[in-house]
């Protein structure tokens, strides 16, 4: 890993944060990048420490839905008991396809949901 500054790491925190908060996505559209090409973390890492850092930062912002009443909790344990299947699944699969691959499927990822959230 490059040397990174501290002041840097809480800026891309608290950018990723604020996105979650904000937007309701995973701050994997700002971490996984930002870990790649400004820290020099190696593809694989960087999607499991984005999962371990989202994991706090969601439940920051969900307490604050809750709280306002914007969290369905009916909807979220049923989505949740397939999401826990298919994170494992894809947990799995993601160790066996290689970084470049890897690096390309998430961008075409973004992509398309960049095109699906404009029209």
Do not use: E, W
């Amino acid at each position: 890993m490059k040397h990174i500054s501290l002041l840097l790491l809480i800026g891309i925190g608290i950018i990723t944060g604020l996105i979650n908060g904000l937007l309701g996505i995973g701050g994997g559209t700002i971490l996984i990048p930002a870990m790649v090409s400004l820290m020099g973390i190696a593809q694989h890492q960087a999607h499991g420490t984005s999962l371990a850092v989202i994991l706090p930062t969601t439940v920051a912002s969900c307490l604050i839905y809750g709280l306002n009443d914007d969290l369905n909790l009916r909807l979220t344990m049923q989505v949740v008991a397939g999401g826990v299947v298919g994170g494992y699944l894809g947990a799995k699969l993601m160790n066996r396809i290689p970084a470049r691959k890897l690096r390309q499927f998430f961008g075409v990822f973004m992509f398309l949901a960049g095109l699906r959230m404009m029209f």
